[in-house]
């Protein structure tokens, strides 16, 4: 158990939809990552979160928004659903925002199936 | 275009025996690579990491080879364990070893055979 914490686990949900993930991370974490895996392909680094700030962004759709909270968890939010974002999206977090050998520990992930 | 390549979608290996996963990375300003392991139903752990100014790091029964001019990285895994039967993920990080934001290759499934 990595001590990060992602709801739901499972998710369907019809195109053209909105969905919110949630992570709450390990406890004394200020930083929050967030991963999207789909089928083909490996882990794409979406955004990241440090202290309630955005912190770094990646290949993240403009359909695709999150936000961290005080009391430090996240939520990563996924409007206008497609088929392609069908993917197993994961949190991670860290103590602190980077630097060396800054481990992130991962959640389990959700998986989001768009129908 | 991948930045960080895992050529090798699978691999098996009899127990007992070496385990060599392969790694090759385009973008050389990378300075830090990492390798993470990831059973079903889990989320990655972090497995092993090399700064890019070095050229092997060990762990135990895990070591990390960096060859910087092929703008390659392999991890060896000895002796080879049932457990180790993993999807396991090789990374880069372009801030200095932040293991938040990085680069993945798509994964090499490792079976190690009894």
């Known amino acids: 158990d990595s001590g990060v914490t992602q709801t739901p686990k499972h998710l369907i949900t019809a195109t053209g939809q909105r969905v919110t993930l949630r992570c709450s991370p390990r406890?004394?974490?200020?930083?929050v990552y967030w991963y999207q895996q789909s089928l083909d392909q490996g882990l794409q680094f979406l955004i990241q979160y440090y202290n309630g700030e955005e912190r770094a962004k990646g290949n993240i759709l403009e359909r695709f928004s999150a936000q961290q909270f005080p009391d430090l968890h996240s939520e990563l939010n996924l409007s206008s659903l497609e088929l392609g974002d069908s993917a197993l999206y994961f949190c991670?977090?860290?103590?602190?925002?980077?630097?060396?050998?800054?481990?992130?520990?991962f959640g389990q992930g959700t998986r989001l199936t768009v129908v | 275009d991948q930045q960080v390549k895992q050529n090798s979608p699978s691999l098996s290996v009899q127990e007992g025996r070496i385990s060599i996963l392969n790694c090759d990375y385009t973008?050389?300003?990378?300075?830090?690579f990492l390798w993470y392991k990831k059973y079903p139903a889990e989320g990655p752990t972090f497995l092993i990491s090399i700064s890019s100014i070095k050229d092997k790091n060990e762990d135990g029964r895990f070591t990390v080879f960096l060859n910087k001019s092929a703008k390659h990285l392999s991890l060896h895994i000895v002796p080879s364990q049932p457990g180790d039967s993993a999807v396991y993920f090789c990374?880069?990080?372009?801030?200095?070893?932040?293991?938040?934001?990085?680069?993945f290759g798509k994964g090499t499934k490792l079976s190690v055979k009894p």
């Open positions: 406890s004394g974490d200020l930083s």
């Open positions: 991670a977090s860290s103590v602190i925002g980077g630097g060396v050998n800054t481990e992130a520990f």
């Open positions: 990374a880069a990080s372009l801030e200095g070893g932040s293991q938040g934001n990085l680069i």
């Open positions: 973008n050389s300003m990378f300075d830090y």
